[in-house]
Each structure stands twice: as structure tokens, then as C-alpha cells.
């Protein structure tokens, strides 16, 4: 699915590849928090597991 995706935008398997294993990393997952975090303090709600995402 993930790679399907990335040929349609036009990387190159070497991109995906590494596109793919940098979604796994910490560093990739602590980012990804921080930014979750920050959108949560500015009101932003995550409702039915995350299914919408709404201001309120």
C-alpha cells in the first residue's frame, strides 16, 4: 500500500524504501507525538479513533 502510494508521487524505490523505515523509527514516532500533542493544546479533538479530526 505505502509503496504503491510513493510510485504514484513519483519516488524512487530507494526513497520509499527508507521513507518506510524512517516511519518506525523513534525519532519519526517522538515527532509525531510532540506534533499531537501541540495540535491537542490548540483544541484540536481526535474523535472516534481518530476517524475526524474537529476544531472546536
Known sequence: MYDQA???AGLSDTQISHGLEDMH???VKDRLKQFTDEALN???SFKDSC???CLE
Open 6 to 8: 510513493g510510485k504514484h
Open 51 to 53: 476517524a475526524s479530526i
Open 42 to 44: 490548540h483544541g484540536v
Open 25 to 27: 523509527s523513534s525519532k
